[in-house]
């Protein structure tokens, strides 16, 4: 628990910045302080860092806003440490298999399982990074076992939901974020992770369910079950490319994004209302509402189309008994639960981060645009203030000169991000290949 003091996390978002200050009790209750976002412009792409210069810029720019409200009410002070989204097109899951022989009168025991997941943590997934070990199946005498230590069996198997993605992705995170402000790195989170852990409920994840995570840039693709993650994906479309298609009607780019917030909408199924949209306005006279439906409603069905196939992929299809929740800023589009719902064939909820983890502030909690920044503070262990030590009394001039500021917790300098990456796993908390190109569509 941060007791005194208070925890920061930023999140890089393809359509804007979002940076947030907090305090959180021993029962997971977060109280924000403060909460600040800026125009992430071109600086983030599909949740990538692309310009490391600007998005150094524009988090600068958050931290510095924060801050100021910070003292302004007497709040608290400087930033030193946050915690950082871990997102991109390239994330997805694999599982890994880690085998253990015993005697033939072995008995399971912590050194055991200790053993199985060092192994796990030291795998290196080809041509990628492993970001987070995620979940743990243990398999002994062909059958599924939760507590296996104390078990008798020669042999025992264990399944690790991993999530790897690019190598570059936190170099990157990592020059945009510390470069010429002082910032360090107090833990990389998974933004999909995050988002899921402060909206599902424990019900649902044990039922079964398709958690999507509608973003500007891309949308992600999580499957619950029994409990546990058992597949994720980021697909490279959002709610930025359907802002991206609607200006090819002759829009520019901000008045392509108005005309989706206040016009946009799916045609409700075995509704006929396309049929007499040509007699609908927009304040443009130029733009014609049913072209503009027609351009979102494409698109939302390339997205759809891909969602519905890695539900497929993942085998757990007819076992998803709470359905698709849906949360993100992508996902306030009229009529996409609608949609979905017709679509896929599921019941369908719309959710944000629940009001049991955030007591003040409801108009984030109730935002679902927010709800992946506000789930990386659910992460936050350690103090992210800077403390000022205070000067003894009677100290020389020279000795006060050569004050510095100090952190409560252990300079991330001294660490290097494969350190904190690997800090992540203490916990344990193939398909259209082609999407983890970079390339703009």
Do not use: W
Request: proline content about 2%.
């Amino acid at each position: 628990m941060i007791e005194s003091g208070f925890i920061a996390a930023i999140d890089l978002g393809t359509s804007k910045i979002t940076g947030i200050v907090a305090r959180k009790n021993d029962d997971n209750v977060i109280s924000v302080l403060a909460c600040e976002t800026t125009k992430s412009g071109n600086s983030i792409r599909r949740g990538l860092v692309y310009n490391i210069k600007e998005t150094n810029a524009n988090v600068r720019k958050v931290i510095s806003k924060l801050e100021n409200k910070l003292i302004t009410n007497n709040l608290g002070g400087k930033i030193a440490k946050v915690y950082v989204s871990v997102a991109g097109q390239s994330l997805h899951t694999i599982q890994h298999t880690v085998s253990k022989q015993l005697s033939s009168t072995g008995i399971v025991t912590d050194n055991v399982i200790e053993q199985m997941h060092k192994e796990a943590r030291e795998f290196k997934p080809d041509m990628s990074e492993l970001y987070n070990i995620v979940d743990v199946e243990y398999i002994i005498n062909g059958k599924a076992e939760s507590k296996p230590v104390g078990v008798t069996t020669e042999a025992i198997e264990a399944n690790y939901q991993m999530i790897v993605g690019r190598p570059n992705i936190v170099t990157n995170i990592d020059k945009s974020i510390k470069e010429n402000s002082g910032i360090e790195i107090a833990g990389y989170v998974v933004g999909p992770l995050a988002s899921a852990n402060i909206a599902l409920n424990e019900d649902e994840k044990e039922l079964g369910c398709a958690f999507i995570d509608f973003g500007a840039g891309s949308t992600s693709v999580s499957i619950f079950k029994e409990g546990k993650l058992r597949h994720m994906v980021v697909i490279p479309f959002g709610g930025a490319t359907i802002t991206k298609d609607i200006s090819e009607l002759n829009l520019v780019e901000k008045d392509a994004e108005e005309h989706k917030i206040i016009y946009g909408k799916i045609s409700e199924p075995k509704d006929t209302s396309l049929s007499k949209s040509s007699t609908e306005k927009t304040t443009d006279k130029n733009l014609d509402f049913s072209k503009l439906v027609h351009v979102i409603e494409m698109r939302v069905q390339e997205i759809v189309e891909n969602i519905e196939a890695q539900i497929n992929y993942s085998g757990y299809k007819d076992k998803l008994g709470a359905g698709l929740i849906i949360t993100g800023g992508a996902s306030q589009l009229k009529n996409l639960d609608l949609y979905l719902e017709a679509k896929l064939g599921m019941s369908v909820r719309k959710a944000s981060a629940k009001r049991t983890y955030i007591n003040n502030f409801p108009e984030l909690a109730n935002d679902p645009s927010y709800t992946q920044a506000l789930g990386l503070l659910l992460y936050g262990k350690v103090n992210c203030e800077e403390e000022v030590i205070k000067e003894p009394v009677g100290e020389s001039v020279e000795g006060k000169l050569d004050k510095r500021k100090k952190i409560k917790s252990e300079p991330s300098s001294k660490r290097n991000a494969g350190d904190k990456i690997k800090d992540m796993f203490g916990g344990l908390g193939g398909l259209f290949a082609g999407m983890f190109d970079e390339d703009d569509n």
